[in-house]
């Protein structure tokens, strides 16, 4: 399968990215890893006049400690996020996430931030990246801004990114000491996707109950979504089978869950009640 | 009418240079403008991983990649192993424990094990397994490639401490 024709230019900076994405008259679409963008185009369901090929931008690199946030390089690949000692170390959970993103030479390519820009619910980093509070850094026509990860995903492949923008970094809580966390997934037989992934992070304060809950869920819905109110379920709860059973019943409710040929609408809403039920019991019982 | 560009870069360690559309995928260029042959396409949707070449050290998908974003970097594709006098210990492996049947995949999986060679030198069969989830293999149940693979782990390590006797002791200087 071989994409339309397009112009392709290599961007030497962040600046020089954003003032040719804004020359191109909405013709151009930034290129990272290419491993969401270039199988589309093989398949001629998006077909860019311009591709502005961001891969080598320097600033775009790298992983850094903030405080108790880590801040993770848009162009970081896939195996270069769980390979790094200090994710391993301070975020587990987004190392075993991204060591399970498709296969050895997709994670060699593909890229945090494309995963993200991207916004296909059935990636895996989407609901980590909600149960992880990432603030999206962005930088566009007027300058810098951070978006919230909660207003960040509009839709299936739509997000609040501006068209000329470059997400540059993305910034993910450290979870606090005493919490445990884990990301469960059902994996798409064929396409190695995830049907349902849960990310569940929580901990047990001195008095034995919970104080510190977070779930993203990625793949039912059309959106990867924050599950609050199973969050809400469990705050201040004691942590018991009935207890997680009982919030875990909840999982379905943020989303607009969705349907297809491989999984029904209430097959999906199963999913994520079961899925969200055992990552809570792995982490809490 | 879009512009061509034109590019360079290692190929097995011989430097070329095409001038090239910027749709032209790696695998296509590879196949078509510089005949090298061995690396193989076997689906539309980046699954099968028979396209696997390295690029700059990292196992990748050369269908999957436009040949302009390999400009500049150093691809190894199969014929870049090793030939018949010399096998490559991955060939070795493959040739010794019958790691394939019809032969379709097999220049992907070689070059894709060699990449799980380089990170992780001695696998497990489960580690083998897991890295043997982005290529497809019709033929041979993978049994034969495991075993193709941890063969070629062995001759690998036996090869480096041959390198380091050699070494100490000042042999074959
Ligand atoms: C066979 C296969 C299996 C896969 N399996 C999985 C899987 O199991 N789980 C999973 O999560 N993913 C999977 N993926 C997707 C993979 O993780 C992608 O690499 C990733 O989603 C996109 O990253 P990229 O760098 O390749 O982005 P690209 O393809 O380069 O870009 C994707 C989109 O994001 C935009 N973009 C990229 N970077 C930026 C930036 N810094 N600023 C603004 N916009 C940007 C691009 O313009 C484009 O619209 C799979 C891919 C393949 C081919
Ligand atoms: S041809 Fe590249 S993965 Fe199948
Ligand atoms: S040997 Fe035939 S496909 Fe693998």
Sequence with gaps: ?285 | MTCKKNISLSVNGVTRQAEIEPRLLLAHLLRDELNLTGTHIGCDTSQCGACTVMVDGDVVKSCTVLAVQADGKEVTTVEGLGDMEQLHPIQQGFWEKHGLQCGFCTPGVMISMIGLLKENPNPTEEEIRDALEGVICRCTGYQFIVSAVQHAAQLIAEGNAVKETTMSTGEGR
């Design chain 1, 1 to 285: 399968m071989i994409p339309n024709a397009f112009d392709y230019i290599k961007a030497g900076s962040i600046e020089e990215a954003i003032q040719l994405m804004q020359e191109s008259d909405g013709e151009g679409k930034f290129l990272a890893g290419g491993h969401s963008l270039v199988p589309l185009m093989k398949f001629r369901l998006t077909n860019p006049g311009k591709l502005i090929d961001i891969s080598s931008i320097q600033e775009l690199k790298g992983i850094r400690q903030e405080g108790n946030r880590l801040i993770v390089g848009a162009l970081t690949t896939h195996k270069q996020l769980y390979s790094d000692a200090l994710v391993k170390e301070n975020i587990a959970v987004l190392a075993d996430t991204a060591r399970t993103i498709g296969d050895m030479q997709i994670r060699n390519r593909g890229t945090v931030g494309g995963n993200l820009a991207h916004a296909d619910s059935a990636a895996d980093l989407p609901g980590v990246a909600l149960a992880l509070e990432a603030l999206m850094e962005v930088q566009g026509e007027d300058g810098k801004e951070v978006i919230d990860i909660d207003g960040f995903f509009l839709g299936p492949l739509v997000t609040a990114l501006p068209e000329t923008s470059v997400l540059t970094s993305i910034s993910f809580l450290i979870p606090p000491s005493h919490t445990k966390s884990v990301y469960l997934k059902y994996a798409h037989p064929a396409s190695g996707y995830a049907v349902v992934g849960v990310c569940a992070i929580a901990g047990v304060g001195e008095d034995g109950r919970i104080d510190f809950v977070r779930i993203g869920i990625n793949g039912v819905a059309d959106v990867a979504y924050r599950a609050t109110t199973v969050e809400q379920a469990l705050l201040g709860e004691l942590p018991t089978a009935e207890s997680i059973q009982r919030a875990a019943a909840l999982a379905a409710e943020e989303g607009e869950i969705g349907n297809d040929l491989f999984a029904s609408e209430q097959y999906r809403r199963n999913l994520a009640t079961v899925y969200t039920e055992r990552a809570l019991s792995r982490i809490l019982l």
